[in-house]
């Protein structure tokens, strides 16, 4: 049974940090991609990150270029992708979900990624 577990979420004033997590198990994800999303309330859910499954190549939005850092470990059983968050912004409010996409090109497509966790909460306050 695949699961994503993502964690690492929680409330921190705007300026700090937090680094999340997602555990990803059940199947082999070799040659997947990995993204993270996250959806606002009354929002539709958006893009934020993906990173090969080599590592080698990062994709971001351009709301969080330069502030968040994508990485992954590609262990034998599960993989775990990072999503490292600095400079948060009330704006970056959200629940953040992790994602494997089959594919080893990078999409900020949702349509592509075909599981999915259930997400982390994160509140920046102001």
């Known amino acids: 049974q695949v699961q994503l577990v993502e964690s690492g979420g929680g409330l921190v004033r705007a300026g700090g940090s937090l680094r999340l997590s997602c555990a990803a198990s059940g199947r082999t994800f070799r040659n997947y991609a990995m993204g993270w999303f996250r959806q606002a309330p009354g929002k539709d859910r958006e893009f934020v990150a993906a990173i090969r499954w080599s590592g080698d190549s990062t994709l971001y939005a351009d709301s969080v270029k330069g502030r968040f850092t994508i990485s992954r470990d590609n262990a034998k059983n599960t993989v775990y992708v990072y999503l490292q968050m600095n400079t948060l912004k009330p704006e970056d409010t959200a629940v953040y979900f992790c994602?494997?996409?089959?594919?080893?090109?990078?999409?900020?497509?949702?349509?592509?990624?075909?599981?999915w966790g259930q997400g982390t909460q994160v509140t920046v306050s102001s």
């Open positions: 994602a494997t996409n089959p594919s080893i090109r990078l999409s900020s497509s949702g349509r592509e990624y075909d599981y």
